[in-house]
């Protein structure tokens, strides 16, 4: 989704320059949310900050922490899980009041942001997926007790030129991360095996995969922008007595729709016992 409202006038620094912050970077900027000069990273990589500079023309990387803090006013925590305790720490003596903390990092909590940086401090935390790097994610986010509306829309204005983005209490975020952060995976497996059906029946592979993906594609659109439920769709497309509800008696028999809620429950109850430890 592209955003054709003013530019931010924020700059908007990266703590560690991987993959998903590289690919938000540049929504961000395809999206016109910010131009490339607002955009400033910083890691322990150099490999990963020459990547960052070369699919990002026109952006910034400075050498350390501190010099992140003095040069961008919304700050991506974007580093690993276990990474994190040490990058809080390096953050803290830098940071002051105009800094709004944007972690993206799976399983760190408002609350161990607090008690790292002060109760004071501005804190969104998000949980994103990877389709945003192809500019098609479903984020999910959470404010701390002293982010503002403001940093609120903001956010999401920012996280919009990637993908969807909804705000929902930090309560629901291990159940964010059990539906759309761990569901791509799901979805994968369920275009393999689609694709193998179309192998099965006669079909070649690399047609059975494309016309698989291009599949799950159309219908998630379908859902997005008629607005209509999932099952007033699905029952569109079953006639009487036809292949589709042929199709959707398998599907039942194998316990299509009972497994897919499980999975679901086992990763947000994975995410709940990694954010205890």
Known sequence: MTNQMTPLTQRIGFLGTGQMATALAGGFIAGQAVPPSQIIG??????????????????????????????????????????MKEALAGLSPQLTERHLIVSIA?????????????????????????????????SAFCRGGAATDH????????????????????????????????GPA????????????????????AVATQLAAQTVLGAAKMVLETGQHPGA????????GGT???????????????????????ATERSKEMGRS
Do not use: W
């Open 42 to 83: 910083v890691d322990v990589s150099a490999e990963a900050t020459g990547r960052f500079q070369d699919r990002l023309p026109g952006s910034h990387v400075v050498a350390a922490p501190a010099e992140l803090c003095e040069a961008a006013d919304v700050i991506f925590l974007s580093v690993k899980p276990q990474q």
């Open 106 to 138: 799976a399983g760190i909590s408002l609350q161990t942001m607090a008690t790292a940086l002060g109760n004071e401090r501005r804190f969104i935390r998000v949980m994103p997926n990877t389709p945003a790097l192809v500019n098609a994610g479903a």
């Open 151 to 182: 940093d609120a829309d903001l956010v999401k204005r920012l996280l919009n030129t990637v993908g969807l983005a909804v705000e929902v209490p930090e309560s629901l975020m291990d159940a964010v991360t059990g539906l759309s952060g761990s």
């Open 186 to 205: 799901y979805v994968y497996q369920f275009i393999e095996a689609l694709s193998d059906g179309g192998v099965r029946v006669g079909l070649p592979r």
């Open 233 to 240: 769709l699905k029952d569109a497309v079953t006639s009487p």
């Open 244 to 266: 589709t509800i042929a199709g959707l008696h398998a599907l039942e028999q194998g316990g299509l729709r009972g497994t897919l809620m499980d999975a679901v429950l086992a």
